[in-house]
């Protein structure tokens, strides 16, 4: 029921950041995932997804702090190449269509049940005109024990 309520919860707010900003609810693919992540207590976890940043989409962890936090995040972002200007070396990445992928490192605090959810969204919240789209939401029920 928790989960539900979750989803339900997770449906409307998705919905209302694409209409806010300007797309229709039905530009959003909500996929909740059947499979439960069973961890324990202080134990890590990795969820990995793929991106293309030529986008302007990226993946953003919506957590329940007081069961999970974020450890760190990875990218193999495809690099085309990389290029020397002075002292700095700086990686072009390929455009469009290539993608790479994000692993995001998850560590469980406390015992319960929650939800990660992803949301694949595009734009720069510092950005002053930034209008969250979000084009994807995927959730990840997880089981914390002992």
Do not use: C
Request: net charge neutral; charged share 20%.
């Amino acid at each position: 029921m928790k989960i539900f309520k979750m989803v339900s919860l997770l449906i409307i707010a998705v919905f209302s950041l694409s209409i806010a900003s300007g797309a229709s609810a039905a530009d959003t693919e909500l996929i909740v995932k059947e499979n439960t992540t069973k961890v324990k207590v202080n134990q890590e976890f990795q969820v990995e997804l793929k991106d293309d940043l030529t986008t302007g989409f990226f993946w953003h962890p919506i957590i329940n702090t007081d069961y999970l936090t974020l450890v760190k995040v990875d990218s193999n972002q495809p690099v085309e190449q990389q290029i020397t200007i002075g002292d700095q070396v700086i990686s072009v990445i390929k455009q469009g269509g290539d993608y790479g992928k994000h692993t995001f490192t998850f560590k469980a605090l406390k015992p319960g049940q929650t939800d990660l959810i992803m949301g694949y969204i595009r734009g720069d919240p510092n950005d002053q005109y930034y209008k969250p789209l979000a084009k994807k939401a995927v959730v990840y029920p997880v089981i914390i024990t002992r």
